[in-house]
């Protein structure tokens, strides 16, 4: 008789393959939905469809795997949801870096046939991530594999927005937003990765109108100054008391503008008066609003310059800053230039410098939403671990900004929102409405942006699970 002898080495792809089969044909995890008693649920953080896993990728599901087969051993019944995330600018950026290598942009396609492309990658690179994680060993239930743009998951999104909108939390309006030239969307301030960088702090003077000398600005984006709307000082910095009631001229374009005291102008930074340009900076949009003072803008969603900014309209946004620096200098207007270390923001996927821009886009209140995360923490009901960054956390919510949601690219959920062209009435409905309920007019054009990825990513784990219905 022929004694079959062991390999030699241990042959992984050969084992494992045959017990995960093996465990898959006994449907050992698919959870029991008549099984209503000592149960165990979890949702996979959805994957990425851009690729492939990565090793963080692996250590979480990896965790997630010991967990789901602890709790079977102890007799529960486990359900490990299983899924990826369609990630919005981050698939478009992909899939359209791939067109590139053809010589093809996405307007040369056009939406429908663009879309038609992002879920062909969807379903090659999709499927790809499902076996690397069945390769992985994952007990989840594949019976319930979602996608954060399947049809259940857009119902619930829909269901999410129409509630929202109707409690008045979300609203359409302008306001100063992230702006990517690159990716030409809307970006939220998670999306924005700031870097330290060498810069330059340029010292600017403007001329006083009464002919009674200058008032000089340290600033490093001179190429602003061109939508400046005013300059503010501290009310108790002594050396500009006596500049009440003052009017100062924008250099090179000569238009006039007051001189207004706000504490929040920091005494120490530069020469202690700050160049304020609502419609492409955020602090001074704030300064803006409080002060009621007008926005102009001089930079474009190309980061060229506008017809505002007068002899140096559509420069690139950094060429133009060139040219201003020249003719500040032959004016004599530009004082010193100093090195400074700043921070930059980023658009987090393509790499660009974000533009800072005034534009009407659709936002979610967070104020209201931040207060009970606030009162949790003050109340001790949720805990920070050390608590040495409650700190940081209320600074975070206590001077949280409004979230912008709308995002100007072709792959996501479409917002359901459409105009009537007749009225300007604004509808928000699941379905396509037949007829505008307050004139009745046919006569409807559909919201063209879509919803910022984590709209949706948020209502993974239940949205999953099929709410809005009673599942």
Same mark, same amino acid.
Not at 4 to 22: F, H, I, R, T
Not at 226 to 251: C, M, S, W
Not at 270 to 292: I, Y
Not at 385 to 390: F, G, K, L, N, V
């Given at each position: 008789?022929?004694i /079959?002898? *062991? ?5 992984p ?13 006994k ?8 099984e209503? +008693?000592?149960t165990?649920s979890?949702?996979i ?25 602890y709790?079977?051993? *102890?007799?529960?019944?486990v359900?490990?949801?299983?899924g ?10 992909v899939?359209?870096?791939?067109l ?15 879309v038609k492309?992002v ?7 999709g499927?790809?991530i499902?076996?690397q ?5 994952c ?8 996608f954060? $743009?399947?049809e ?20 359409r309006g ?12 809307? $970006?939220?301030? *998670? ?11 340029y010292y600017?003077?403007y001329a006083? !109108?009464d002919?009674?000398g200058? !008032? ?6 001179p ?6 709307t005013?300059?503010? !000082?501290? #009310?108790?910095d002594?050396?500009?008391q006596?500049?009440?009631g ?6 090179i374009?000569n238009?006039e503008?007051p ?16 160049? !304020? ?11 803006g ?6 926005m ?5 969603e ?6 505002e ?6 420069l690139d946004r ?7 620096l020249?003719?500040?200098e ?5 004082l /010193?230039i ?12 393509c790499k ?10 659709w ?8 207060? #009970?995360?606030i009162a949790?923490?003050? +109340? ?9 960054? +409650?700190?940081?956390y209320?600074e975070?919510m ?14 996501g ?31 409807l054009? #559909?919201?063209?942006?879509v919803?910022?990825?984590?709209f ?8 999953t ?7």
């Amino acid at each position: 008789m022929a004694i /079959k002898l *062991l390999d030699k080495g241990y042959n992984p792809k050969k084992v494992e393959e045959k017990w995960y089969q093996y465990w898959l044909e006994k449907g050992l995890f698919k959870a029991n939905l008549e099984e209503k +008693e000592q149960t165990f649920s979890m949702v996979i953080p959805p994957p990425n469809v851009t690729g492939s896993l990565h090793m963080g990728h692996a250590l979480n599901v990896t965790l997630h795997d010991i967990l789901a087969r602890y709790k079977k051993m *102890l007799g529960y019944n486990v359900l490990w949801l299983p899924g990826t995330d369609h990630a919005g600018i981050a698939t478009q950026n992909v899939v359209e870096r791939e067109l590139e290598k053809k010589g093809i942009s996405r307007y040369d396609l056009g939406r429908e046939e663009f879309v038609k492309a992002v879920w062909q990658w969807k379903e090659e690179y999709g499927n790809r991530i499902i076996n690397q994680l069945k390769k992985l060993g994952c007990a989840c239930d594949w019976s319930r594999q979602r996608f954060t $743009l399947d049809e259940g998951f857009s119902q619930a999104v829909k269901e999410v927005f129409i509630r929202l909108y109707e409690e008045g939390l979300i609203y359409r309006g302008d306001y100063i937003i992230n702006w990517c030239p690159r990716c030409q969307t809307a $970006l939220a301030d *998670l999306e924005v990765e700031h870097e330290e960088e060498e810069g330059s702090l340029y010292y600017i003077r403007y001329a006083r !109108v009464d002919g009674q000398g200058y !008032v000089t600005v340290a600033t490093t984006r001179p190429e602003t100054l061109l939508g400046d709307t005013a300059i503010a !000082v501290h #009310p108790e910095d002594e050396r500009y008391q006596n500049l009440k009631g003052v009017t100062v001229f924008v250099p090179i374009l000569n238009r006039e503008i007051p001189i207004i005291f706000d504490p929040y102008v920091d005494k120490e930074f530069g020469t202690g008066a700050l160049k !304020v340009t609502p419609a492409h900076d955020p602090n001074d949009f704030e300064l803006g609003q409080k002060h009621s003072l007008p926005m102009v803008k001089v930079i474009d969603e190309r980061g060229r310059m506008t017809k505002e900014a007068g002899p140096y309209m559509g420069l690139d946004r950094f060429k133009c800053r060139e040219r201003i620096l020249e003719d500040l200098e032959k004016n004599g207007q530009l004082l /010193k230039i100093e090195p400074i270390k700043h921070s930059v923001g980023h658009c987090y996927r393509c790499k660009t410098i974000v533009e800072p821009l005034v534009s009407k886009q659709w936002f979610v209140h967070t104020k209201p939403l931040a207060e #009970p995360a606030i009162a949790a923490v003050k +109340e001790g009901k949720t805990r920070l671990i050390p608590a040495s960054w +409650e700190k940081t956390y209320y600074e975070w919510m206590n001077n949280i900004r409004d979230w912008c949601i709308s995002r100007q690219i072709w792959w996501g959920h479409r917002i359901p929102v459409w105009y009537c062209k007749d009225c300007q009435e604004i509808i928000v409905a699941k379905e396509i409405p037949k007829a505008c309920p307050k004139c009745d007019s046919t006569n409807l054009e #559909p919201e063209m942006d879509v919803l910022d990825t984590w709209f949706s990513s948020a209502l993974w784990p239940f949205g999953t699970l099929g709410w809005p219905k009673e599942t």
